[in-house]
């Protein structure tokens, strides 16, 4: 297949952690990848982002800043953080995580905290000094930042990129990440039964019928145990 427009042919894909400035970008490839009742909404994608980036990771294409714009590098790119000149870079595929009460993802866990303003100063950009998640206000939904267990969610890849290994590439990634940053002692996640062979090839384990109701139901409970890194007796 050839390049479009606005790619270079031996631009590779790379993964770098996700953050606020890419919610947009975020939003329309869940847009394109999930049917409307499964879709996480801007303000989670927000409230995730600020509350937790650490936890979510993009795998993205760069777009050379000569090239004509097109309608992907229009709605699906974002601006670097690099020095000039400006360059551009599709989101390809993302990974978003959470941390959760429970082994297992559930409705709670994909909530959002009912007090969640988007423009308080409290969820402001996390880079800005004294920020830290500690400083949340207690809630029952959303990320949990003292737990163990990491949901992962809308792991998906860009409708015309997919069929090309980019959603092995991007879980494989998320996974090896995560562990090697000792964030929790497992990824949780929930599927349908047609994608149950696809986590398994990456060590999950089904753990059955999942009792989340987003979108009607009909999830499986994904589970992948890491490794402890206790010496033991």
């Not at 953080?81 to 959470?98: H, K, N, R």
């Not at 830290?132 to 267990?149: D, F, I, M, R, V």
Request: aromatic share 8%.
């Amino acid at each position: 297949m050839e390049p479009t427009a606005g790619q270079n042919a031996s631009a590779q894909p790379y993964v770098r952690s996700l953050t606020v400035a890419d919610v947009n970008a975020c939003v329309k490839l869940e847009n394109e990848v999930f049917p409307p009742l499964e879709r996480c909404s801007r303000e989670k994608f927000i409230y995730r982002l600020r509350v937790c980036p650490e936890l979510s990771l993009g795998l993205f294409l760069p777009v050379s800043p000569n090239s004509p714009p097109t309608l992907a590098t229009a709605e699906l790119s974002c601006t670097t953080d690099s020095s000039a000149p400006v360059s551009q870079e599709i989101l390809l595929a993302q990974a978003i995580g959470t941390k959760c009460i429970n082994a297992v993802v559930t409705d709670n866990a994909m909530g959002l905290p009912p007090e969640f303003d988007p423009s308080s100063e409290r969820y402001q950009d996390p880079k800005l000094p004294g920020w830290s998640s500690s400083n949340l206000p207690p809630s029952k939904l959303g990320h949990q930042e003292a737990e163990q267990t990491l949901g992962l969610h809308s792991l998906g890849v860009l409708p015309k990129y997919q069929g090309r290994g980019y959603g092995k590439i991007m879980l494989k990634a998320y996974i090896e990440r995560m562990r090697d940053a000792g964030v929790a002692k497992r990824i949780a996640l929930i599927t349908h039964d047609h994608l149950v062979g696809f986590y398994k090839g990456f060590g999950f384990v089904d753990k059955g019928e999942s009792e989340v109701r987003l979108g009607g139901g009909g999830w499986r409970n994904m589970v992948l145990e890491f490794p402890s890194s206790g010496s033991g007796e």
